[in-house]
């Protein structure tokens, strides 16, 4: 049975780029974790439990994840100021590399994880805290001898058509921008058909109902997969892709995680 660690930027991340392949593992009977840089808040909890981790926890067992863990950052915030510490923990961004790849590399030994789940080099869509765990990410496999590293992104040219297409999302990106979100086609080594975990994605999204609340681009998306027929996401949510290193770009299913685990 393998072990698989998605590690995320803030609750709620784990729904979209890995959600449908945290499903398939956990269906094929292999041990899932999530771990979670920030808990997503930007102020003092006093103490407190995190409102997002709590709703972090419902997704997870959505998705039939064994473990949440959260390495214990404050939200570093997406936007021109990166605002001072809240007086109980540090923002992610401000954190030492090395610091937070050990305390995650820490939980890869513990799990004895043979496949980590990142996020690639732009960090998605570009969020500071997202950039930070592809590189947090990378240096911790390395502390911890992980064989397979993943870099969870989506295809720039289908992401640059959804954000076209989502009216709320012009002006937080500009046309300049769209260059750098997520990854070229080219570039994919990986994709996963996740048509069949439809249902578990649209569970584990409503889960984070805080932010659904909201007004932001999570919001706004989630909206949509909450409206949509769940035999529709299949096919609109068809595959989930990465990257990874020294692999061959071409969308190769990764087959040998889904086989049944053996018991």
Known sequence: MATIVAFHAHPDDETLLTGGTLAAAAAAGHRTVIVVATDGHMAALDGRKALRLNELAASAAAL?????????????GHGAVLFADPPD???????EVDEAAERLAAILREENAEILLS????????HRDHVRVHEVGTRAAELAGVPRVLDATAPRENVARIVRFLRSLRG???PSLLGSLYSAGSEITHRIDVSDYAAQRKKAVAAHRSIIEGSGSFATIAKVILRLPTPILGRVMHWEWYIEEGAVPGDSPLDD????ARR
């Open 89 to 95: 923990r540090v923002r992610f961004l401000r954190a």
């Open 119 to 126: 996020y690639d080099r732009n960090g998605g869509y570009g």
């Open 64 to 76: 039939g994840v064994a473990r949440v863990v959260h390495l214990g950052y404050a939200d570093s």
């Open 172 to 174: 937080r990106i500009g």
């Open 257 to 260: 995680i889904f086989k049944p």
